[in-house]
């Protein structure tokens, strides 16, 4: 199989099935959960196993969804599930926005420049404007949960979530373009 076939399968194949799960389950958060982390920890191992090194971001959000998901099951509230995107989109802003300020370490470009060469300018623009997406997927995320139906929220994390992060990516084009070198 392609690897990045894979890749992309071991991305997104975990949200895929607990929208099926979901949808097929009856519209039941506590049916839906159980798959979705067994497929995202084994993605996790996918990844690592194609990659030889541990995965920090899927490692992070398999964490994540392994704790918020086990809450929202123990204590059948799914607020534990809705708050799980909220969460890990603060994390992600603070690292950037944190590790640039006090660490004066640019994470975004630790995590891209074997991908993207761009000015010390370029990266700064980049990560700022992450920083700033990220958070706005935190507002937008509590936004939806504290004010449509649960189906509305499962149909966003799956359906908006992911074009919005798509559209933004290439919202950055002319600036990797500009600060490329």
């Known amino acids: 199989m392609n690897k990045s076939l894979l890749k992309f399968i071991t991305d997104f194949g975990p949200l895929l099935i607990f929208f099926v799960v979901y949808y097929k389950g009856g519209k039941d958060l506590t049916v839906a959960i159980p798959p979705l982390i067994v497929a995202t920890l084994f993605s996790v191992l996918i990844i690592y196993w194609m990659e030889k090194k541990i995965p920090y971001l899927p490692l992070t959000g398999g964490i994540l969804i392994t704790i918020f998901g086990g809450l929202t099951l123990y204590f059948n509230n799914p607020i534990f599930i809705y708050l799980k995107p909220t969460i890990i989109n603060i994390i992600f802003a603070l690292i950037l926005i ?84």
Not at 121 to 136: A, P, Q, T
Not at 146 to 160: C, D, I, P, S, Y
């Open 98 to 181: 944190l590790g640039k300020k006090f660490f004066q370490k640019n994470f975004l470009k630790t995590l891209l420049q074997n991908s993207i060469q761009l000015s010390e300018e370029g990266w700064d623009k980049l990560n700022l404007r992450w920083s700033l997406f990220f958070i706005f997927l935190a507002i937008l995320n509590e936004l939806v949960w504290r004010t449509q139906t649960e189906a509305v929220w499962v149909n966003f994390k799956v359906w908006g979530i992911l074009p919005l992060t798509f559209f933004f990516t290439a919202l950055q084009i002319p600036l990797i373009n500009k600060f490329k070198i």
